[in-house]
């Protein structure tokens, strides 16, 4: 098995994709979290701490909220 390397190991373009990678998943969640906290109940498909603790899985989470969890009427 390869060692993983550390931090000041990787090329500076390794640094760049995982900080780019990051910065996109925060934001991700962010928005996503916001926007459950703005909508009713009713907008929702199923429940909003089940969709709040879901929004933590990493890129899965927050994409899926946006595609399956509100509702559009």
């Known amino acids: 098995m390869a060692k993983q390397k550390k931090w000041a190991e990787m090329s500076s373009a390794a640094r760049a994709a995982i ?6 998943q925060v934001v991700l969640a962010g928005a996503a979290w916001a926007d459950l906290a703005r909508r009713a109940p009713e907008q929702v498909n199923g429940s909003k701490r089940s969709w709040a603790w879901g929004i933590a899985v990493n890129f899965v ?10 509702r559009t009427r």
Do not use: D, E, M
Not at 19 to 24: I, K, P, Y
């Open 19 to 24: 900080t780019v990678l990051a910065v996109l």
């Open 61 to 70: 989470g927050p994409v899926a909220y946006f595609a399956r969890g509100r």
